[in-house]
């Protein structure tokens, strides 16, 4: 942080109607440091859906079609952070993100078969929601290099609420219907967290730590009719607990040219759910080993090899067996039979180094069990129902490549990719088979920088070119696609930057997929925004030189392409070399020129092999050992596609409420290869 005062302002709008309005100061002294965000932002989507669904085994076609339109607007105070160095040895800083959120929607959606128009249907509805994160941090250095003890408590509380009302006309003679579906989400959650890293005699390396976690959710769902044949009423809520202690180390050491890092993860956790109708509860007490090894084969090569085991739990949320209409012939619910998809991932990775070109492979085989994927069916009452079910197993061997470096004095390329060959479990007239699909993505990045930075009218341009392959569920697939970007900046002035951004150039990211049932096949196409242009300003105030930012590519869509790029920033940020499985993801979620933790080591002393967020990442994936996942770049790239398919899988724009949880009888045909632990069942 700058010495003294400074900061940035920003204003930006779109081609579709957004803008965003911010200012992020900061004050630097001696001591104290103060820093922060606060701004205001709006917008609107639009897009369209059409539906082709083939009724079985009649063979008659059903066609929907449908437009879709959400204005929004909010704020937010983020990273509010004061700092203090206490000592030369001690730092403590606290942490505030807070803000709020609302907005408007509307949608119309209209039926017919090949005699013609059958139905139109109209929701109009609201939703909002508000988040409040603090967070506590410490940090005492001990008296010799790398010796720290840290020490972190945060705090979260977060409200949604939504209200839908929703009118259905038929078009032959007959009577219409209306209900209002609405519901509200409270979550809070506190965590507490200790790491200790010691350097040892022979440049081995010690890591302790433990963490406890709570959590807590309330979720009511109602459904009013207003008149017509409507759905039955209701209105009910769904309560669950939940609580994660966990111990973990990790000891590295050499022999030889080889560098070892074995390490373990002892993790209880337990949770209570209760509804008007059931009452679950589970404690589960599981082991995580992990073992990274490398070797330097020479100052620029290195190879890693390393083994992890994995957890990935279910929210609360998704256990929830309440069953939510999101269309009067639509309807999703939570599986409390739902169990957590386990992973043993095996990965080989060779990494070179020199004069700003990197380039890395990685070979992998991560082997999944009780994998959660979505069942829908037809009930006899005619609704479509679905629900997440746990889907057997997946078999994932392929490779991860990352190449970048210079193409002369302006210019920098980044090309990164995977291929795998997944093996994995499908539904199919009833029975479950095994099916082997080729999946692949990547990204190509070309960035251009003027040499003087600094100096007025110069320039930086990056394009990206994201592509992704088809991707294979328990009941369908959905096609590839691919996304261009363009960025360009210009230093307009001392302190002024001006950015112009094309997102989606070829309006080539329209969302279609298959779901293949029993009862039914179903086509659907959900169009994307379309190609949209953003202008933005910066101006830098305060005291200090001012420098640009680097460009970096911009997020697709919603929060899990943020979070994913901070988690790799947070990781970047570590002390030591980064883990071997992890460097993958560092160095393809983040577009800066910042030399890996790697490249800056030092060639006297055998580099650390890091593991200290190695306790536990903030997200439902809890890994061994600091054992980051190497599909970071898939998560960012997946984001915008993620949300147009959970706004696709409902006739309405539910609230997260229909868009993660489908259908209802799965459980006897899918459920869990493990016996459940749950009240009542044994």
């Not at 039955?232 to 990790?250: I, S």
């Not at 095996?346 to 085989?365: H, K, P």
């Not at 392409?561 to 920033?569: K, R, Y």
Request: proline share 4%; hydrophobic share 35%; charged share 25%.
């Amino acid at each position: 942080m700058r010495a003294g005062f400074n900061g940035s302002l920003q204003a930006s709008a779109d081609s579709v109607g957004g803008y965003h309005l911010g200012v992020a100061p900061s004050w630097a002294g001696r001591r104290w440091s103060f820093s922060g965000q606060l701004g205001t932002f709006g917008g609107e989507n639009e897009n369209n859906l059409t539906r082709e669904r083939e009724l079985l085994p009649s063979g008659d076609l059903q066609d929907e079609i449908g437009a879709f339109g959400f204005d929004y607007e909010g704020w937010y105070l983020g990273r509010l952070r004061a700092s203090l160095r206490q000592t030369e040895r001690r730092r403590l800083s606290l942490t505030f993100d807070g803000g709020e959120f609302s907005g408007e929607q509307n949608q119309r959606l209209s039926r017919s078969d090949a005699s013609g128009p059958l139905s139109e249907t109209s929701v109009a509805g609201d939703q909002s929601s508000r988040y409040n994160n603090l967070t506590f941090q410490l940090q005492q250095d001990g008296e010799q290099a790398r010796e720290v003890l840290k020490f972190e408590i945060a705090l979260s509380d977060n409200r949604s609420e939504y209200e839908n009302r929703q009118l259905f006309t038929p078009t032959a003679p007959g009577l219409g219907s209306a209900y209002n579906t609405s519901g509200d989400t409270d979550t809070r959650s506190a965590e507490i967290k200790l790491d200790f890293e010691r350097p040892l005699p022979d440049e081995r390396f010690l890591t302790l730590g433990g963490s406890l976690d709570f959590g807590d959710e309330a979720i009511r769902h109602r459904l009013t009719p207003v008149f017509g044949a409507t759905p039955l009423a209701y209105d009910e809520t769904h309560e669950g607990e939940e609580q994660t202690l966990a111990a973990y180390a990790t000891y590295q050491f050499d022999t030889g040219d080889w560098t070892w890092l074995p390490g373990v993860r002892a993790e209880n956790y337990s949770y209570e759910i209760q509804t008007s109708s059931l009452a679950v509860e589970d404690d589960d007490l599981r082991f995580f080993p992990s073992l990274h090894i490398r070797r330097a084969l020479t100052s620029r090569i290195n190879v890693d090899l390393s083994y992890t085991s994995r957890i990935r739990r279910p929210d609360l949320s998704q256990l929830n067996p309440t069953i939510r209409f999101s269309d009067v012939n639509r309807a999703s619910t939570g599986n409390p039979d739902l169990e957590p998809t386990t992973t043993d991932a095996f990965e080989a990775n060779f990494i070179y180094q020199n004069s700003g070109t990197n380039f890395s492979v990685t070979l992998f085989n991560r082997i999944s069990e009780d994998v959660v994927s979505f069942f829908t069916e037809t009930t006899p009452e005619d609704i479509i129902l679905s629900r997440p079910v746990n889907a057997g197993e997946s078999n994932e061997l392929g490779l991860q490549a990352m190449l970048r470096g210079p193409l002369g004095r302006h210019w920098r390329y980044s090309l990164s990719g995977n291929a795998r060959d997944r093996e994995f479990d499908v539904l199919s007239g009833g029975v479950i088979i095994r099916r082997s699909e080729f999946e692949y993505d990547g990204v190509l990045q070309l960035t251009y920088a003027d040499t003087d930075q600094n100096a007025v009218g110069a320039d930086q341009m990056q394009v990206d070119l994201r592509f992704q392959g088809p991707r294979y569920q328990l009941q369908g697939e959905s096609e590839a696609f691919v996304m261009a970007n363009l960025t360009w900046r210009r230093k307009v002035a001392d302190r002024l930057y001006g950015v112009f951004s094309v997102q989606d150039i070829f309006d080539s990211t329209d969302r279609i997929s298959e779901t293949r049932t029993d009862s039914f096949i179903e086509r659907v196409e959900f169009a994307g925004q379309g190609t949209r242009f953003r202008l933005g300003l910066t101006y830098q105030f305060g005291s200090g030189p001012q420098r640009p930012r680097p460009i970096k590519a911009r997020p697709w869509a919603g929060a899990r392409c943020s979070a994913a790029l901070h988690a790799s920033a947070c990781w970047r940020a570590a002390p030591g070399a980064q883990p071997m499985r992890l460097r993958n993801a560092v160095l393809s979620a983040l577009a800066d020129s910042k030399p890996t933790c790697a490249a800056r080591r030092s060639s006297e002393t055998r580099p650390r092999l890091n593991a200290s967020c190695a306790s536990r990442m903030r997200q439902r994936a809890r890994y061994s050992i600091g054992a980051q996942p190497t599909t970071a770049l898939n998560r960012a790239a997946n984001a915008e596609r993620d949300m147009a398919e959970s706004l696709a899988s409902s006739a309405t724009l539910q609230p997260r409420a229909g868009s993660a949880w489908i259908a209802a009888r799965a459980v006897a045909m899918l459920g869990s290869r493990r016996p459940a632990k749950q009240a009542g069942r044994g």
